[in-house]
C-alpha cells in the first residue's frame, strides 16, 4: 500500500505516494535526493539526520514520510542557495574555525542549532553544549563547533573566531 | 533497519483513534521517539499504525480549578516552555528538561512517555510524586486510573491496547511546597541510572504535613518510599530528620544491577540524590511560605 503526501520541503511544495513505512530520512535523500540528510544510527541517537519540522529539529530517522503531510520540512540544502555561491553564516563560521572534519555530523548540527539564530548571542558555552548534546561527533572533539557557533552569534560576518571561555 | 510494512491512519479526533484501534494488531503512534527505534529494529511489527498526533483534542495544557490538565499529545518541549507549569509544578518543568536531547523532546509526548513506562523514565515517577490522575478513553467511556495504580512493570501499564491515554490531571499545590528533581546518567540526555523526584507539603509552622518521594531505577517501575515519606510527615525537615529518613528507606531497596551499575551503587546514589533533593525541596517550601507571607 502506498499513500499520498504533500510535503513543503526547503520551501517547494511535493507531492508523492509513499508507503508509509518510509522514513522522512529515506524519503528526502532516496526518493528526493537530498541526500544532505546523514543518517548514522537509525534509531534517534546520533542526531546525524536531524532537520526542521515545521520550525522545530526532529530526528528524520523517527518520523515517517507520511507524518508530514500538510507539514513544512527544512533541510540544510535550504541554508545555501548554490546559484549565488554564498553560505549561510552559520557555515561560514564553521568552515573559518575548523568546526568539521568528515563534515558527517555537520548537517545534523547546523539544522539544530540554526533553529537556535534568535538566541545565539545570549548563549553561555554550557547552554551551548547542552544544545550540542543531541549530535555526535566522532572527530572534532566539539571544541571547534562550540567556537564556530559563538562566532555566529556575534555580530559581523562570522568569521571571527568565537573564543572558548 | 527499516520497518517492516504496515498500514497507516491519521484520525482527527478520539472516537476515530478508537475504531481505529479496536482493530487487531493495531498500535497508537504518538512521538515516534519510542516506537519507531523498535519498528526499525523490527522489535514491533503492528499491522496499523494510528497516528494521534492530529487529534487536536489531545493537544493542551490549561488550568481548571487550580488543577493542570496536558493532553496526552503535548510535547515534552512544550512541557518544558510552559510558564504556568514553570510557576505551578516545578517538578514537572524540572523533570522534563532530563528527557533526552531538545530534538527528542520537540517529537516526544508525554502520553507516549507514560504509556511506554520504560523504568528509567523521569515522567511516571514525576507523576507518582504528584499524584497524578490519567484518563483513559476506552471503546465504553472514559475511566481514570490514579498514577499508584498505573504502571504495572517493564513497560506494561494499565492500558489496554484498544484504549487511549487522553489527558494527565494534576493536582493543586496549596502554598508551603518544594519540589526537587535529580537523576545521574552516564552521559546528558540518556536514560536515568537512578534518580529521585521529591514534593513536599509544609504547614504555616513549617511542619511536614505531606511528603512524596518517588524512585527512578530502584525497580521494574517507579517506587514511591514510604519508609521515607511516614518519616518526614510531622517533622521539620532538618538534616538530621532528613538523614534518618533517607537511612529507614534505604534499608528496604532493592535496586537492579546492570551492565551500568550495581545494585550496591544505584543504592549509594540514590541515598545521595534523596538527601540533597530532600534538603533543596525543604529550602524551597520554606521560601515558598515566605514568598507567600510577603506577598500578603
Ligand atoms: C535518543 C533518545 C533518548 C531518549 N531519552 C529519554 C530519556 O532520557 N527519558 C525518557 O523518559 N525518555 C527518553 N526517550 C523517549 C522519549 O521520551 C519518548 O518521547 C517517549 O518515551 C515516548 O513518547 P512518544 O510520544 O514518542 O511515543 P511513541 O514512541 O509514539 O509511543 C510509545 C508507546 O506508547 C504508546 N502510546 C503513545 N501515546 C499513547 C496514548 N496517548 N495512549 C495510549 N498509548 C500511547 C504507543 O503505542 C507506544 O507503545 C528517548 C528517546 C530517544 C530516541
Ligand atoms: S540517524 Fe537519526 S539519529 Fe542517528
Ligand atoms: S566532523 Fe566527523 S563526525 Fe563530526
Given at each position: ?20 513505512r ?17 543518517v ?10 536531524t ?11 523517527l ?29 561560514e ?9 568528515c ?8 539544522m539544530t ?53 | ?21 479496536a ?26 499504525l ?26 515534552h ?15 514537572l518543568?524540572?523533570?522534563?528538561r ?6 527528542i ?6 502520553g ?6 520504560d ?16 484518563t483513559?478513553?476506552t471503546?465504553?467511556g ?20 484498544d ?45 511536614c504535613?505531606?511528603?512524596a ?31 534518618e ?28 540524590q ?8 525543604a ?5 515558598d ?8
Amino acid at each position: 500500500m502506498t499513500m499520498h503526501v504533500d510535503v513543503e520541503i526547503n520551501g517547494v511544495r511535493h507531492r508523492r505516494e509513499v508507503e508509509p513505512r518510509t522514513l522522512l530520512s529515506d524519503f528526502l535523500r532516496h526518493d528526493l535526493g537530498l541526500t544532505g540528510t546523514h543518517v548514522g544510527c537509525e534509531h534517534g541517537v546520533c542526531g546525524a539526520c536531524t532537520v526542521q519540522v515545521d520550525g522545530r529539529p526532529v530526528r528524520s530517522c523517527l518520523v515517517l514520510a507520511v507524518q508530514t503531510h500538510g507539514r513544512s520540512v527544512r533541510t540544510v540544502e535550504d541554508l545555501s542557495d548554490p546559484e549565488d555561491d554564498v553560505m549561510h553564516p552559520l557555515q561560514e563560521a564553521f568552515h573559518a574555525n575548523h568546526a568539521l572534519q568528515c563534515g558527517f555530523c555537520t548537517p545534523g548540527i547546523l539544522m539544530t542549532i540554526e533553529a537556535l539564530s534568535a538566541d545565539l548571542a545570549e548563549m553561555s558555552d554550557a547552554a551551548i553544549l547542552e544544545a550540542l548534546s543531541g549530535n555526535l561527533c566522532r572527530c572534532t572533539g566539539y571544541r571547534n563547533i562550540v567556537c564556530a557557533i559563538r562566532a555566529a552569534g556575534e555580530p559581523g560576518d562570522g568569521e571571527g573566531t568565537g573564543s572558548w571561555a | 533497519m527499516k520497518p517492516a510494512p504496515f498500514d497507516y491512519i491519521a484520525p482527527t479526533d478520539i472516537s476515530g483513534v478508537l475504531d481505529a484501534v479496536a482493530v487487531e494488531d493495531a498500535k497508537i503512534l504518538a512521538g515516534g521517539q519510542s516506537l519507531v527505534p523498535m519498528l526499525n529494529f523490527r522489535l514491533a511489527r503492528p499491522a496499523l499504525l494510528v497516528d494521534i498526533t492530529r487529534v487536536h483534542d489531545l493537544r493542551h495544557l490549561r488550568r481548571v480549578d487550580g488543577r493542570l490538565h496536558i493532553g496526552a499529545v503535548t510535547t515534552h518541549t512544550d512541557v518544558e516552555h510552559s510558564p504556568l507549569v514553570r510557576e505551578h509544578w516545578p517538578l514537572l518543568s524540572d523533570a522534563v528538561r532530563h528527557i533526552g536531547h531538545s530534538q527528542i523532546r520537540n517529537a516526544g509526548t508525554i502520553g507516549g512517555s507514560l504509556a511506554h513506562a520504560d523504568p528509567a523514565a523521569e515522567l511516571p515517577a514525576v507523576m507518582l510524586a504528584l499524584d497524578a490522575q490519567m484518563t483513559i478513553a476506552t471503546g465504553s467511556g472514559n475511566r481514570t486510573v490514579p498514577a499508584r495504580d498505573f504502571f504495572h512493570g517493564y513497560l506494561q501499564t494499565a492500558l489496554a491496547p484498544d484504549e487511549l491515554l487522553t489527558e494527565i490531571v494534576l493536582p493543586h499545590l496549596p502554598t508551603g511546597s518544594g519540589a526537587d528533581f535529580s537523576e545521574i546518567a552516564r552521559r546528558s540526555g540518556d536514560f536515568a541510572l537512578a534518580g529521585v523526584a521529591v514534593q513536599l507539603q509544609t504547614s504555616t509552622d513549617g511542619i511536614c504535613t505531606s511528603a512524596a518521594v518517588a524512585l527512578i531505577g530502584a525497580g521494574p517501575v517507579p517506587l514511591r518510599s514510604h519508609a521515607a515519606e511516614q518519616r518526614l510527615i510531622g517533622s521539620e525537615l532538618t538534616s538530621g530528620d532528613i538523614a534518618e529518613c533517607v537511612q529507614s528507606a534505604c534499608l528496604g531497596l532493592n535496586p537492579p544491577a546492570d551492565l551500568h551499575g550495581s545494585a550496591d551503587y544505584r543504592r549509594r546514589i540514590l541515598a545521595a540524590q534523596m538527601q540533597a533533593g530532600l534538603e533543596r525541596a525543604a529550602m524551597l517550601a520554606t521560601a515558598d511560605r515566605r514568598g507567600h507571607d510577603h506577598a500578603r
